[in-house]
């Protein structure tokens, strides 16, 4: 009995020995079990950490300035309109921006991105029922809804962008000018939603039987 008195104290000093120092931070070179010999100035060599000091360059500075003419990964954007959909903060752009010209190779590009990001929650005729509503996403409003009928453009723009609740984003996914696509596909449902037989081109009309 004295004895597992004894292995239990082992146990706690071995177990705090083990545990105790997770997440203390040392500057030393981590140790190595199996020490690399084939490459060792590989493994172990020198570096700079952020924001240190180097005699190397003149300016005494590990960290190096951008050089000039270098160009940023991804797609600028300039505008900022038509990067965030508001003309201020929190105020959003009714219609769409300068940049953005509306024509039938857009609203093809937004239909493609939508069926792709949008369709499987959304639906295909943008009335929340989705894919998604049969494994239990039933949350998914739809476009026909007059608040989004009302909403304005740079509204949904950034519900695009930055998600809203159990919606996430697409900004990853969509490009500014991608998102703006869909924004005028979603627009473009909503219409067809409310459309009339009023609405066939008089040319089209005998095309679909219709007097
Ligand atoms: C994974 C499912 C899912 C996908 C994919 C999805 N949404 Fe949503 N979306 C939702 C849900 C759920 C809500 C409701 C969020 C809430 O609780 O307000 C929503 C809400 C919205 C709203 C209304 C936001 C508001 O202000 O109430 C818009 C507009 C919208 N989505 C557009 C889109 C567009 C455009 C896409 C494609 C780029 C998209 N959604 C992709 C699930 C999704």
Not at 9 to 25: D, E, P, Q, S, Y
Request: charged content about 20%; some cysteine; aromatic content about 10%.
């Amino acid at each position: 009995m004295r004895y597992a008195y004894i292995i239990l104290a082992l146990l706690c000093v071995v177990l705090v020995t083990l545990l105790g120092f997770r997440g203390a931070t040392s500057t030393n070179p981590p140790r190595q079990v199996f020490p690399d010999d084939v490459f060792p100035q590989m493994t172990n060599q020198d570096k700079y950490l952020p924001q240190s000091a180097s005699p190397f360059f003149a300016d005494g500075r590990s960290d190096r300035p951008v050089p000039a003419g270098a160009v940023a990964r991804g797609t600028p954007v300039d505008d900022d309109i038509l990067a965030t959909g508001q003309t201020a903060p929190g105020q959003f752009l009714h219609g769409f921006p300068a940049g953005i010209v509306i024509d039938a190779g857009l609203l093809a590009r937004g239909r493609n991105r939508y069926n792709i990001y949008c369709q499987p929650c959304h639906g295909a005729l943008g009335d929340g029922n989705g894919i998604t509503k049969h494994y239990g996403m039933g949350a998914t409003p739809s476009y026909h809804d007059d608040r989004f009928r009302q909403m304005p453009e740079g509204e949904i723009f950034n519900t695009i962008t930055h998600g809203k609740s159990t919606m996430l984003s697409y900004a990853d996914k969509l490009t500014p000018h991608d998102r703006w696509a869909v924004v005028a596909y979603v627009r473009a449902l909503q219409r067809a939603e409310q459309g009339s037989v009023n609405d066939v081109p008089a040319a089209h009309k005998t095309d679909l039987g219709l007097k």
